[in-house]
């Protein structure tokens, strides 16, 4: 999920992810934690929060708990061998209305836009000079102990349906899934999202590109296409 509970004032911290994770250090410096947001594109942490500040300390603490619950369930195997795969993601740019190459030209340099959506038009046009190069996106995989669990790096801001593909496609293995690893693109939704109505402004990859995502990840997994 976007691990936000508290934005919007200036103020550059780790949320209550760092929060529980530093507190989940300091029971072992042995052990260093590390934190991974998955295919978060689509998911918050609004649900669970009633926007006060107290609240914070408390998504931190349930987090906090099942990371130790996490750690106490952990079943140990060796991870030899380990075999690095990467998959080349190509993904086409949005080509309509304000995202056009000339829409997004001339939003660039209209000083009456505002400064959100002057950098939206420059994100766009860099993913369009990206996409014209023939630059791909990397998805990279690390597959241990010949398929016992894999550890796959989706790319930009991917729906988190993404994230349950991944671990479909590999059912008897342990499937961690990260998100975030290019940030390009904007938002990634399903299929089925553009198909209900989706209409972000951050998103600069074509509507349903969900194939290519999915061969993508099968390449990464080990998987034939």
């Known amino acids: 999920m976007h691990p936000m509970s508290t934005y919007g004032g200036g103020k550059v911290s780790a949320d209550f992810p760092g929060i529980a994770r530093a507190r989940r250090q300091a029971d072992d410096s042995r052990v260093f934690q590390i934190y991974f947001t998955g ?5 918050t942490a609004g649900k ?4 006060t500040p107290a609240h914070r300390q408390t998504m931190a603490d349930r987090l906090y708990d099942a990371m130790l619950a996490a750690w106490k369930d952990t079943q140990r195997k060796p991870l030899d061998p380990i075999v690095f795969r990467n998959a080349e993601l190509r993904l086409p740019p ?3 209305g304000e995202f056009t190459l000339e829409a997004m030209q001339r939003q660039l340099v209209d000083p009456k836009l505002s400064r959100w959506q002057r950098i939206s038009a420059a994100l766009g046009l860099s993913w369009r000079k990206r996409v014209a190069a ?3 996106i990397d998805v990279p995989c690390l597959d241990f102990a010949a398929g016992q669990a894999y550890f796959v790096v989706m790319p930009a801001e991917s729906f988190v349906s993404y994230q ?3 671990q479909r496609l590999r059912p008897e293995s342990f499937v961690l899934v990260s998100g975030f690893g290019d940030g390009a693109p904007g938002y990634i939704p399903t299929d089925q999202c553009w198909a209900d109505g989706y209409n972000d402004m951050y998103c600069w990859a074509a509507p349903k590109v969900e194939k290519q995502m999915t061969a993508a990840l099968r390449q990464a997994l080990g998987l034939r296409n």
């Open 134 to 136: 023939d630059q791909p």
């Open 48 to 51: 669970y929060h009633d926007h």
């Open 164 to 166: 349950l593909l991944a």
């Open 94 to 96: 949005r080509d309509m």
């Open 39 to 43: 295919c978060a594109g689509d998911v």
